[in-house]
């Protein structure tokens, strides 16, 4: 083959590391059997009303490109399930539209805002696609440790990571419930919240809220209730509905922001699959309670992994929505986070994944996500015990 130069691509691109989660599953797959306690999509099949909307999709022909922000009827059930849910109003005609996943959503609406030397906060640990979209925009991420409150953004913090700057940020992008923790935000954190980036009127706030139906001893509240005129709201069917391989992602913000993304999501895509669209209608509108028999048991596989670890005497934040608890390493340990996961799933076939895959404030950290069987997680809870009382005693 011949060699093609560094120098042909795009040094942003050319610069991107692949995610540090994939690098991790693949250095481990070498100790297969593994039980996989890694994955940021749910076990579950999607809920076969769904499967057969899609199937009648099919026979029926809606095969063809759908408006570009999507069927009218979806746009319409995606305006009244978040009005339903979280007391949202957006108006279906002018302010929602289809996206490929919440991938593309966060993609449309970087890409569209974004100008070279543009700054992003971002709340750290993160959900690395987040790093990746920034860079790839030639805008510089900056990010603020959330560790020390216990991993989530505050008013002060917001202040004094701008404050630091020689420009107001273009944008920050918030996520709760969160990837990697596990934590979520109450009323009075978003209306807190609301208040400060109300001072920034110059910074937009994508606010992917993609976990919003798991949420698990509180109801869930959107940016968009309280920050309406400054938010883009990101959500999609992939975590509410198991249905992360369909790719329906969905965007609320208001008519002076989607007359513009709107370009750029027809210029990425045209439109999302007309056939995942259909489904996506009977998901929104005859399953929008679809989440809860799912919640239940991840809320039950969150007890087991949390209950596991006070037993260990490990550190974590209490995790209250997604599928993810995110634990420091015992203490005292000269191990890094890699290390910590890499031996573990050495020895005792469990991977797990290191903290630093989601930004450096991750180090001595760990996740773990529950979206795995009962049966899984406490045969990977009692390895995981071993391991810890192993590296205790050395
Ligand atoms: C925080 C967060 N946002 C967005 C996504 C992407 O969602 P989608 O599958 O809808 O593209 C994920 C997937 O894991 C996620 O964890």
């Not at 076990?43 to 408006?67: G, L, N, R």
Request: glycine share 4%.
């Amino acid at each position: 083959m011949t060699h093609i130069p560094t120098y042909i691509f795009n040094h942003e691109i050319r610069a991107l590391n692949i995610s540090k989660i994939r690098q991790f599953d693949d250095h481990v797959s070498a100790f297969e059997p593994l039980i996989r306690l890694t994955l940021g999509q749910p076990d579950f099949p999607t809920p076969q009303h769904v499967k057969d909307a899609a199937k009648e999709a099919i026979d029926s022909d809606f095969s063809f490109y759908t408006s570009t922000a999507g069927d009218i009827k979806l746009r319409e059930a995606a305006s009244k399930f978040v009005e339903i849910k979280y007391n949202l109003k957006y108006d279906p005609q002018t302010e929602v539209i289809a996206t490929v996943g919440a991938t593309e959503a966060l993609a449309t609406s970087l890409f569209t805002i974004l100008n070279p030397g543009d700054y992003v906060l971002i709340p750290s640990p993160f959900f690395s696609l987040y790093d990746s979209l920034v860079r790839m925009s030639q805008a510089t991420p900056i990010y603020i440790d959330t560790s020390e409150t216990d991993f989530l953004i505050t008013s002060d913090t917001i202040d004094k990571a701008i404050q630091n700057l020689d420009k107001i940020p273009k944008a920050i992008i918030l996520n709760y419930p969160n990837n990697p923790t596990g934590v979520t935000w109450t009323k009075d954190d978003v209306i807190s919240l609301a208040q400060t980036l109300s001072t920034y009127p110059d910074m937009l706030v994508i606010s992917d809220e993609i976990y919003s139906e798991l949420v698990y001893d509180q109801i869930h509240v959107s940016l968009g209730e309280y920050l309406r005129s400054q938010t883009i709201v990101i959500n999609g069917l992939s975590k509410s509905h198991a249905m992360t391989g369909w790719r329906l992602g969905l965007i609320f913000a208001p008519e002076s922001l989607t007359t513009e993304l709107l370009k750029t999501h027809q210029a990425l895509v045209t439109s999302a699959s007309s056939i995942t669209q259909y489904a996506g209608i009977e998901a929104l509108t005859h399953g929008i309670n679809d989440a809860l028999p799912m919640k239940q048991a991840y809320k039950k596989r969150r007890n087991t992994v949390t209950q596991a670890l006070r037993e260990l005497n490990l550190t974590f934040t209490e995790p209250k929505g997604a599928f993810y608890v995110f634990a420091s390493l015992p203490k005292d340990l000269p191990m890094t986070s890699y290390d910590f996961c890499y031996e573990f799933a050495k020895h005792f076939k469990v991977a797990m994944i290191p903290g630093d895959a989601f930004g450096d404030a991750g180090e001595g950290y760990f996740r773990i996500s529950y979206a795995s069987s009962l049966k899984d997680i406490e045969i990977a809870m009692d390895r995981l015990a071993q391991y810890v009382t192993d590296l205790r005693e050395q």
